[in-house]
């Protein structure tokens, strides 16, 4: 974990709880973390589960690898410990959006076991659940894949520090969810995810309607 630098600094409690939050939503906070190679598939699990979570009434948010790295970590790269702090800095964002009450999907390859360990370890001591959800995909089929021609950058020698080509990558050996994109189809995979969270007390499925009024109230606030 990292080291705390900053000295004199103490965490500020509000009047209004965790488990308050958990109350307005209806719902529990907690990060749903995809891990998997490039093309695997996570990205595109993230963005149908999320729709599926919005249809009954759920509250979630997509942290997307490209997306952060186009905003609060565009000052990383892919070195080691780039990718180490680019893990580290996610997993607090994330860690944030559980104590708000909201489901954090997580996209990132983050290779390095021991860096999504750091992230586990980092919400187990905040009480916050932390879902692994290894999305596996051989490499023969992410390179055919290869929706944004990251691979055959790769092997031309284009891309250094490439997961699955010239970096590793280091599989979980103990997710709670085990998806085979290979092998699956994307509507298969959301409703196991759907199927762990409801069985796991975070969600309780419910169809969302909005109502005349409901339109109406956001419209003139």
């Given at each position: 974990m990292?080291?705390?630098?900053?000295?004199?600094?103490?965490?500020?409690?509000?009047?209004i709880s965790?488990?308050?939050?958990?109350?307005?939503?209806?719902?529990?906070?907690a990060?749903?973390?995809?891990?998997?190679l490039?093309?695997s598939?996570k990205?595109?699990i993230a963005?149908?589960?999320?729709h599926?979570?919005f249809?009954?009434?759920?509250?979630?948010?997509?942290l997307?690898?490209?997306?952060?790295?186009?905003g609060i970590?565009k000052?990383?790269?892919?070195?080691?410990?780039?990718r180490k702090?680019?893990?580290?800095?996610?997993g607090?964002?994330a860690k944030?959006?559980?104590?708000?009450?909201?489901?954090?999907?997580s996209?990132?390859?983050?290779?390095?076991?021991?860096?999504?360990?750091?992230v586990r370890?980092l919400?187990d001591q905040a009480?916050l659940d932390?879902?692994?959800?290894?999305?596996d995909?051989?490499?023969a089929v992410a390179?055919?894949?290869?929706?944004?021609?990251?691979?055959?950058k790769?092997r031309?020698g284009e891309?250094k520090?490439?997961?699955?080509?010239?970096?590793?990558y280091q599989?979980?050996?103990?997710p709670e969810?085990h998806?085979?994109?290979d092998?699956?189809?994307?509507?298969?995979?959301v409703?196991i995810v759907?199927?762990?969270?409801q069985?796991n007390?975070?969600?309780?499925?419910?169809p969302f309607t909005?109502?005349?009024?409901?339109?109406?109230?956001?419209a003139?606030?």
């Amino acid at each position: 974990m990292a080291n705390q630098k900053a000295t004199n600094v103490t965490w500020q409690d509000g009047e209004i709880s965790r488990e308050d939050r958990f109350s307005i939503l209806r719902q529990r906070g907690a990060t749903i973390w995809f891990t998997g190679l490039s093309g695997s598939g996570k990205s595109t699990i993230a963005i149908a589960l999320e729709h599926a979570l919005f249809q009954i009434g759920k509250l979630s948010y997509r942290l997307d690898g490209d997306n952060v790295r186009l905003g609060i970590n565009k000052n990383l790269g892919f070195s080691e410990a780039d990718r180490k702090e680019n893990i580290r800095r996610i997993g607090e964002v994330a860690k944030l959006f559980g104590d708000a009450g909201v489901l954090s999907l997580s996209s990132f390859i983050s290779p390095y076991k021991a860096d999504r360990d750091e992230v586990r370890q980092l919400h187990d001591q905040a009480g916050l659940d932390f879902i692994e959800v290894f999305v596996d995909c051989s490499l023969a089929v992410a390179e055919e894949r290869d929706p944004k021609g990251l691979y055959k950058k790769a092997r031309a020698g284009e891309i250094k520090n490439f997961t699955g080509i010239d970096d590793p990558y280091q599989a979980p050996s103990k997710p709670e969810i085990h998806l085979h994109t290979d092998r699956m189809t994307v509507e298969e995979e959301v409703q196991i995810v759907l199927d762990h969270l409801q069985g796991n007390g975070l969600i309780v499925k419910q169809p969302f309607t909005r109502t005349e009024d409901d339109v109406a109230a956001v419209a003139s606030s």
